[in-house]
């Protein structure tokens, strides 16, 4: 088996020094919903994959720190999880937070996963931030082309002022008024997120 995948071959649980995974996810807060499901599958996983062996016989071990889907919070907590050296893996949740750890995990050469993470910008070529979502170019793109192909020619948008929404919005005006498009009306609201 590879460094991320248990081999099949093996049936005994995994034994020895753990390899230690950083989660950095809201369990506070107006996203603390999203946290406990995202803490339920990281841990599924975890147990799956120790029962098959591990990672190279080594057990995973997840390190859970709260970000209240706040930058500012996912900051203090991302400083807390590297007061531990053996972390050289995060994965986190949340837009906003997302970018605000990016040039963080890319400055310490820490591989950062989003698992909600769409926004565009979050990621480029040659750095440590992977995301396992679409980014919100694609998302605008696909939006773009579902609506001019159906004969939706002009649209009002109502958008969420956040990084996402605001990532989403910047994208996909570009992409639909370049396919003969037109935006009547653009309204930001503020949400909980």
């Known amino acids: 088996g590879g460094f991320w995948y248990a081999s099949k071959d ?10 230690k995974i950083g989660a950095l996810i809201p369990f506070t807060g107006n996203l603390a919903r999203y946290g406990e499901l995202e803490k339920q599958g990281l841990e599924l996983a975890k147990e799956e994959l120790n029962q098959k062996g591990g990672i190279n016989g080594r057990p995973i071990e997840v390190v859970y720190e709260d970000t209240q889907g706040n930058p500012a919070q996912a900051l203090s907590a991302w400083n807390k999880l ?3 050296k053996d972390i050289q893996m995060v994965i986190a949740a949340i837009s906003s937070t997302c970018q605000a750890l990016s040039p963080l995990a890319n400055d310490k050469q820490i591989v950062l996963m989003s698992v909600e993470c769409a926004v565009a910008e979050y ?11 679409a980014s919100t170019a694609d998302e605008a793109k696909e939006m773009s082309r579902f609506l001019i192909d159906r004969g939706v020619k002009k649209v ?19 992409s639909y008024t370049a396919l003969g498009g ?5 309204e930001a609201y503020q949400g909980d997120s």
Request: hydrophobic share 40%; net charge negative.
């Open 10 to 19: 093996k049936a005994v649980p995994a034994e020895g020094e753990p390899i």
């Open 82 to 84: 590297m007061l531990d």
């Open 123 to 133: 990621s480029s070529p040659d750095d440590f931030t992977f995301r396992v979502m």
């Open 156 to 174: 009002s948008i109502l958008q969420i002022a956040n990084d996402y929404g605001n990532s989403l919005f910047n994208n996909f005006e570009p």
């Open 182 to 186: 037109e935006i009547l009306r653009h």
